[in-house]
């Protein structure tokens, strides 16, 4: 546990988030984004973008460019299609991780699967909904990269799965590798009554995707409720409908 730091627990709201509301993109930033700027609320450890985006079918966003940040893209409905500069492109849907690593800079595109490609997920007529959640790397300049990996099967255990993870303890056991030793990313489908317990680091990130679980000694929290964690963990998280929670681990912070 890094020395100095103030046992804190903060609780941040769905509706308190900043919003960007574009017609085709309905998007609920946690941290300032954009246009939105708070100079009180620009990341929690190593967390730069929390981003809850809706995207409408037959749209999405154009080519555009990023540099030197890990960004993991998690769909909780619909799917998205992924191509970039280097090449790369993917489908992206519930269950599957995905990581692309801007590095020395990268251009790419996302967009609402309007063709329908993915079995069993939601109508091509239907919006995608996903979180995308951005981190900084260990080291500005690096390669550009892309990786996925479906790690549906491992969700069905109801724990706290790795799904992003530069810590060591990951190694060999982690979906995708993030650019980053200090951070890690976990992903828990739990069932109603199924809890599990917050690793205990510097500083956590729990987000609720979807239903609702009560967070010991903090009480409720819904769909799109946060809470950043300081100095603390172990606390158990306990599902009071299905539910669906992100939760990031970080031994250090940015600046």
Do not use: C
Not at 39 to 66: A, C, I, K, Y
Not at 69 to 85: F, P
Not at 127 to 138: A, E, L, N, T
Not at 211 to 227: K, S
Request: hydrophobic share 40%; glycine share 12%.
């Amino acid at each position: 546990m890094t020395t100095g730091l103030a046992p804190r627990i903060d609780v941040r709201r769905a509706a308190d988030r900043f919003d960007t509301d574009l017609g085709w993109l309905d998007s609920h930033h946690s941290f300032s984004f954009g246009h939105h700027y708070d100079q009180d609320n620009t990341h929690h450890g190593l967390l730069l973008v929390n981003n809850d985006d809706t995207v409408l079918p037959g749209t999405g966003f154009e080519t555009h460019p990023h540099r030197d940040m890990e960004i993991v893209t998690w769909v909780l409905r619909g799917s998205l299609v992924h191509q970039d500069s280097e090449g790369h492109s993917g489908l992206i849907y519930p269950g599957l991780a995905q990581r692309m690593s801007a590095g020395t800079g990268i251009l790419h595109s996302e967009k609402n699967d309007a063709r329908g490609m993915v079995a069993g997920a939601a109508p091509p007529d239907e919006p995608v909904h996903f979180v995308q959640m951005w981190v900084v790397p260990d080291e500005a300049g690096i390669k550009p990269g892309y990786e996925q990996l479906e790690i549906d099967s491992e969700l069905l255990s109801g724990g706290l799965v790795p799904v992003a993870s530069g810590m060591a303890k990951h190694h060999g056991e982690s979906a995708i590798r993030i650019k980053n030793e200090y951070a890690a990313l976990y992903v828990a489908r739990l069932s109603a009554g199924r809890s599990v317990s917050l690793p205990e680091a510097p500083f956590l990130h729990l987000f609720v995707a979807r239903g609702e679980v009560e967070l010991e000694g903090a009480g409720r929290l819904g769909a799109g409720d946060a809470v950043r964690f300081t100095a603390t963990g172990g606390q158990q998280v306990t599902a009071a409908e299905p539910a669906e929670v992100l939760v990031w681990e970080m031994h250090a912070t940015i600046g």
